[in-house]
């Protein structure tokens, strides 16, 4: 299965799906953290906004992420991941603190495995938006605040920026995140860089659009049904 992401950004340019190019004129290329982006020709001129996606994948589904006119990361993990250490354990070694205290709080095992799980999907999706990764991003050296019914909030961990010796200037706190259900079976987070700061209406949530795609067969619009679960 084929779970592909679209995500709207604030002025509402959307990838039109009938536009008049070629798939097969499409080249790819890395950055230099390895992530795979659209090469466009400097004459290209047949799409105003370039699109930009990224891509994430558990044993059993795929998730693809693309906007316009703005990076994207997007990560998919199952639910009930099994882990060989605790969960506390890879909290220490890879969340911030105040990460670490926010799990430690969680009696309920299943509950603290799950909330584990959205922070790192959120993370994960962060690092990709920077177009950075894992390696180019370390997770201790910012913190995602995650509370129920309210805007996901992002920091830069002071203490380990500091004591950095390559600091910690590419991060920002200029993105926008929406985090979901799956098939009651996964957690996605998709992470975009946020162009409403500083307008007078920067409220407006991210407009996402999901569908579950069956290469080649069908592409079936799951937005709003009880296969994807908007958790904020």
């Given amino acids: 299965m084929l779970a592909s992401v679209s995500s709207l950004v604030q002025t509402n340019k959307?990838?039109?799906?009938?536009?008049?190019?070629?798939?097969?004129?499409?080249?790819?290329?890395?950055?230099?953290?390895?992530?795979?982006?659209?090469?466009w020709q400097s004459d290209e001129s047949s799409m105003e906004w370039p699109l930009?996606?990224?891509?994430?994948?558990?044993?059993?589904?795929?998730a693809c992420g693309i906007a316009m006119d703005t990076p994207i990361g997007i990560d998919v993990e199952e639910k009930k991941r099994k882990t060989v250490k605790s969960i506390l354990s890879l909290a220490r070694r890879y969340f911030t603190p105040s990460e670490v205290d926010y799990l430690a709080k969680i009696s309920d095992s299943d509950a603290q495995q799950k909330e584990f799980i959205k922070l790192?999907?959120?993370k994960e999706a962060y690092v990709k938006a920077l177009g950075?990764?894992?390696?180019?991003?370390?997770?201790?050296?910012?913190?995602i605040q995650?509370?129920?019914?309210?805007?996901?909030?992002?920091?830069?961990?002071?203490k380990v920026c500091n004591d950095s010796a390559s600091g910690c200037d590419y991060l920002s706190e200029n993105w926008r995140f929406a985090?979901?259900?799956?098939?009651?079976?996964?957690y996605m987070s998709v992470c975009i860089e946020d162009n409403s700061r500083g307008f007078e209406n920067d409220?407006?949530?991210?407009?996402?659009k999901v569908w579950k795609t069956i290469p080649f067969i069908?592409?079936?619009?799951?937005?709003?049904?009880?296969?994807v679960k908007l958790i904020t």
Avoid: C, M
Wanted: no cysteine.
């Fill in 14 to 39: 959307r990838l039109d799906t009938d536009a008049n190019i070629d798939p097969r004129s499409f080249e790819f290329k890395k950055n230099k953290f390895g992530k795979p982006e659209i090469l």
């Fill in 52 to 62: 930009h996606f990224n891509i994430s994948h558990t044993s059993s589904l795929i």
């Fill in 120 to 122: 790192w999907t959120l």
């Fill in 132 to 143: 950075r990764g894992f390696s180019g991003a370390p997770f201790n050296r910012f913190s």
């Fill in 146 to 158: 995650l509370e129920t019914n309210s805007r996901i909030q992002i920091s830069k961990a002071a």
């Fill in 179 to 186: 985090l979901a259900e799956l098939n009651s079976s996964y």
């Fill in 203 to 208: 409220s407006v949530p991210l407009g996402l």
């Fill in 218 to 227: 069908e592409d079936t619009l799951v937005s709003g049904t009880d296969a």
